[in-house]
């Protein structure tokens, strides 16, 4: 080895130790006639000292270092007269005796420190500069800790890790595929796997009981901000299990996350119908964190002339605790808000509950104080609170918008730490969505989802009133996993596809190579999987996937850093027997 | 959840227990008024009795049981008249009082039990069904156990697990790659790695310090017997480090793994150098769990007249301890085990140590009675051990075939034990190779591997004689892992692709990516790579390592289970500006 210690584990009772060490220089400073230097390493930062009286021209090689220079040094550790709380190495410094540079370094296009001047793209293009940057590996720190606690817990619960192959065949359903053209099989294409779903129902029928895996999956999707074409996944199944019992598993994993990594002993996990998590939040991953729930307010102020109430499908208010002092700007700019494009409200209504418990309203003409206090009394409102109300003509597209101002009025109000957690499962999802466009309905989740059972009588007169056994865990307003039960009876599959709309043949060449395999004894089985990138993102309480992937790529899926993709020699193409034909 | 306990673990304790089961029909047999059935899940089998006299229909509705159908049965757990010593549940049975059939099964295409009827094209095609046998999940088991263990014990040494991007560019060198033509940048390509070797040596200069992954590599080639397209690696690089601490930190993962996994204390690992591995087993990868190494006989046999030898560039001897009775039948095999094509040897000649201690060969006539106790003398041979000697013009081709001829003798006596370990470090390999048929140097290993410094000024003067800082562990004839110390000085970078023969242009073009990152800083590293897959299989006692892999591909890189890879549609090619051009 080249050293001895890290720069990140000496300590007062190390004093007087003769250790070696070998890292980066951070910074250098003159002062007096000693020169100090910040050695920085993956363990932490630790002081050196070079003294122009007792060494000169030591000291003065020491002058010429750079920053993000490679050193080996050897000294004395000692007491700082000068400490610093706040380093953990912070009350010593090397009195340095010896000094190798193992390499120097040109000047870096950035500076490596937590703030830096660096902008994206130029962090993009040297990422592996910006990975020095302490803030940015400890993403990567929590994220391998992690995975590594995921597997723990479900090694622990008899879960094992299969790997699933990458190069599979296109499914039938979903986002597009990325292929691969295969040398060997000219004209023929693998698909990489958008996830290992049908796999891992195969590893049920061939009985390995809990499976699980952290995978790279894919998807070759036009990216918006948050997306990256490679993702991964903890992907788990489970057989011979109902519902509640995929919950408990995981709801244990949770915690058990929440234990070993954020030192949190987290109280059970909520369990929302999707319909309530849609009346009360708007969403079907509500931020729970706080409450401020929707109050529909369709019999209290319907009715008395306000042609905007009373003309509309639904009208919905929240109580923002202790906001009624809000100035007339501040109510100005949360209309704003809401009448952007992309939120859609035509206008939103204010009520104050002043101190004397008079409610004073944007709507005052319309509505007596009688009615209003009313109003008052439904919303759970006291002295010093404010009331906002949207309406609309359309039930869920209203929610959605008061689902947004909720979300902007607990940022507003601080409601949403991103060192509390709340998290919940929402379960009863419906199991098909019906599209307008197409006038039929899709699977919600999939076609293997499995409807409640109670609710299959309804699979022919009432389609839309079906709930599945599907289930989402949500943790501070981000749908951090996902799954459902699965079907594992081959006449509920087949009266599946037809409320979809397949015929037999259709469903046969879908979906056959899948419903061949249960012929041969599948077991009632299912699962979930989290999106890791998220769950991560998540725990270090970061808004953007890409701060905790090593070498993310840009949304327009390149990686800049490696400058992939890329053109590749004809000679390739000709062996692929394949032709590029981009139109202009 | 469907049952209270598994196949696996009720025993003599549970008797009078109510439990509920669910898992597959192995098999049913009737004896007298009984009805027996064999319960198979993940964990094991349990028999269920059913009586046609406490409960008749119950009983005949076991009678219609199929191989393969999913039961949940309930019932009392009984201690057994006739116990089954051979399993772990065998002194128990379950008096079934309740079935219920969750899904019944089509007949399977061969039997599922250790002996199957099955052949490979059946078994790959039905791969889900081929993974209910116990056999081939045991293997699947290990693997997991395997990957969690490298974890456990590379977590607690410090190494950060991070994952590196699949979706890659075209690497400069190696093999050919697997590409993936890119949507939003039409005409351009992604390739898959072949393993993540420059993003973990960027992971050092990011400071990463222990970096290690689990990893999908992929490689188109040409598959042989026990190649696959897709492979996993163990991946790991570390900084500040020499030699000798990457062979520590991976002589005790080794050896972590024998402890936990096979309940064995390994000891050291010999480190042999690659020129001793050539000249004492004639390979790189010596199985040493024998002796029976090369003795040199140039010395002793050349000379007499025996033209062969007297012309032979290279004449080596093993001795096969106690073989002496071998009859002419079994020496002619071996020498037409030598003469096949495939070894390629002239012929063989022999010596037999008879029980009065003298030495009877097969090239009497060339060599007196005293010759051939010098043979002996050299050869260290006993009576009872029999001598076979290759000759041949080229050094190096003959000692492959000795080496052959050695493992096979190796087989035959008995000495190649799968429960046998025998681990070893092969240091010092050649940092060149010259190619005859390009009248060139290449690199051995990869040309950032660095030589060992002492023989830097031999690069200029004798490039064939440097050494290199590389390595690889093998285990009983198996390179399970292997790697490097890579060079960080660019200098001493510079000076190695002269020797390869690169323009600094070419080398700029092919490598500058990656120089260009060492010239922020760049730490002293090394690291290694191990197989995952043949780890596992060797862990196995298997000779190929598709037994070790859940879903894997045939000869032609095709997943027959999957039919993978296929056609894609017309709209998806167009979407991607290919056009398909498959020469006949």
């Known amino acids: 080895m080249y050293r001895t210690k890290t720069c990140g584990e000496l300590r007062l009772e190390n004093v007087n130790e003769i250790v070696t060490l070998s890292a980066w ?67 010593v410094e090397i009195i340095v005796s010896e000094m190798n540079i193992l390499n120097e370094a040109v000047t870096p296009p950035f500076t490596i420190e937590d703030e830096t001047d660096g902008g994206d793209d130029l962090r993009m293009k040297y990422r592996y500069l910006d990975l020095r940057r302490a803030c940015v590996r400890k993403n990567l720190e929590l994220r391998h800790k992690m995975a590594f606690e995921v597997r723990r817990y479900l090694d622990e619960q008899g879960f094992l890790e299969v790997e699933t192959p990458v190069l599979v065949n296109s499914t039938p359903e979903g986002a597009r595929d990325f292929v691969v053209p295969s040398r060997m099989n000219p004209g023929q294409f693998y698909a990489l796997p958008q996830s290992p779903q049908t796999l891992k129902q195969l590893l049920m029928v061939s009985g390995f009981d809990r499976y699980f895996q952290i995978v790279k999956c894919f998807r070759d999707e036009d990216l918006r901000a948050d997306r990256q074409p490679e993702f991964t996944q903890i992907d788990c199944e489970m057989s011979f299990v109902e519902q509640d019992d995929v919950l408990n598993i995981f709801e244990g994993m949770t915690k058990h996350l929440f234990r070993y990594i954020k030192n949190l002993e987290l109280p059970d996990f909520p369990r929302m119908t999707w319909h309530d998590a849609m009346k009360y939040y708007g969403s079907d991953k509500p931020d ?36 009624a002092s809000y100035t007339r700007k501040q109510l100005d700019a949360l209309t704003d808000f809401v009448k952007r494009p992309q939120i859609g409200a035509k206008g939103m209504v204010y009520a104050r509950v002043e101190a004397d418990g008079n409610v004073k309203s944007s709507v005052d003409k319309f509505y007596s104080q009688e ?32 689902c947004e101002l909720r979300l902007e009025m607990g940022s507003q109000l601080g409601l949403r730490d991103k060192n509390k957690f709340s998290c919940l499962w929402i379960v009863d999802f419906p199991l098909f969505e019906w599209s307008e466009e197409d006038q039929r309905f899709y699977a919600m989740h999939h ?10 009588p309804l699979l022919d007169s009432n389609p839309g009133a079906v709930r599945a056994n599907a289930y989402d865990m949500v943790i501070n ?43 041969f004894g599948a077991p009632p089985h299912g699962g979930l999987a989290y999106g ?5 993102s998540l725990f270090a309480g970061l808004d953007s996937i890409r701060d905790v992937i090593a070498f993310p ?8 850093m490696l400058d992939a993709p890329g053109i590749i020699d004809q000679s390739q193409l000709d062996e692929l027997g394949l032709k590029i034909e981009v139109k202009e």
Chains 1, 2 share one sequence.
Not at 378 to 400: P, Q, W, Y
Not at 447 to 456: C, I, K, N, Q, Y
């Open 25 to 91: 220089v951070q910074r250098t400073r003159k002062m007096g006639g000693m020169t100090f230097v910040d050695l920085r390493d993956r363990y932490g930062v630790t002081q050196l000292v070079f003294n122009n009286e007792t060494d000169a021209e030591l000291c003065e090689r020491a002058n010429h270092l750079g920053r993000e220079f490679v050193l080996q040094v050897t000294g004395c550790v000692a007491e700082r007269s000068a400490k610093n709380a706040n380093l953990p190495t912070g009350d």
């Open 288 to 323: 729970t964190r706080f409450d401020m729930r929707f109050v529909e307010l369709m019999d209290v102020l319907k009715g008395y002339g306000f042609a905007v109430f009373d003309s509309a499908a639904y009208i919905g208010g929240i109580c923002a605790k202790g906001a």
């Open 371 to 402: 009615v209003l206090q009313q109003l008052k009394l439904a919303m759970n409102a006291e002295e010093g609170d404010l009331i906002l109300i949207l309406s609309g003509d359309d039930v869920n597209k209203t929610r959605k918008q008061l």
């Open 447 to 456: 076609p293997f989802t499995s409807p409640r059972l109670e609710d299959v």
């Open 477 to 519: 307003g981000v749908e951090v996993g996902g799954g459902s039960i699965r079907i594992h009876d081959s006449r509920l599959q087949q009266k599946m596809f037809e409320c979809l709309g397949f015929t037999q043949e259709e469903a046969e060449r879908r979906f056959g190579f899948l419903m061949n395999a249960f012929k």
């Open 532 to 536: 890791l990138d998220r769950f991560v």
């Open 553 to 560: 790529k840009n949304n327009s899926g390149r990686d800049v």
